[in-house]
């Protein structure tokens, strides 16, 4: 049977496709969220899920992290993370306030060191492509492409 190509195969693969980058970017994503989640829980015992006094189980790291980060990544007020996360306001500053700390402890040996001769010229060199010499990527411009 010969087989028919119209626009229909030709969508259903398109789709494939997004779904496949989309499920990768997910995947991707989980992973580093999972990544800071035990390092951060190894580094700060808050993160750390308990039994309360009635003995059920607290709040889990990952409730404590994803509060943490969507905070951050999207600056909402504590307030709105309870409606999403079931987590109080006080202890989802409390929360970010410990995760930042942690982060910082835990990863600043790697990514907030000093930059080095080559770092400074790769940097440089950007800058000059981007129509910014003499500039190290400045966080005010880094969203224009």
């Given at each position: 049977?010969?087989?028919?190509?119209?626009?229909r195969s030709f969508s259903a693969s398109n789709d494939m496709r997004l779904l496949g980058e989309i499920l990768w970017r997910i995947?991707?994503?989980?992973?580093?969220?999972?990544?800071?989640?035990?390092?951060?829980?190894?580094h700060e015992p808050y993160f750390v899920q308990r039994r309360n006094a009635a003995k059920m189980?607290?709040?889990?790291?990952?409730?404590?992290?994803?509060?943490a980060l969507r905070i951050l990544a999207y600056g909402v007020g504590a307030d709105l993370i309870d409606e999403y996360?079931?987590?109080?306001?006080?202890?989802?500053?409390?929360?970010?306030?410990?995760?930042?700390?942690?982060?910082i402890l835990i990863f600043r040996d790697v990514y907030l060191r000093s930059p080095n001769s080559n770092?400074?010229?790769?940097?440089?060199?950007?800058?000059?492509?981007q129509g910014?010499?003499?500039?190290l990527r400045s966080i005010d411009y880094m969203h224009w492409k």
């Open positions: 049977m010969k087989k028919v190509h119209d626009h995947t991707y994503v989980s992973s580093i969220t999972t990544l800071l989640m035990y390092r951060v829980e190894n189980f607290g709040l889990s790291s990952l409730q404590k992290v994803t509060a996360i079931r987590i109080g306001e006080t202890t989802a500053i409390k929360g970010m306030k410990l995760f930042v700390k942690a982060v770092g400074i010229a790769r940097l440089l060199a950007i800058g000059v492509k910014f010499p003499y500039m």
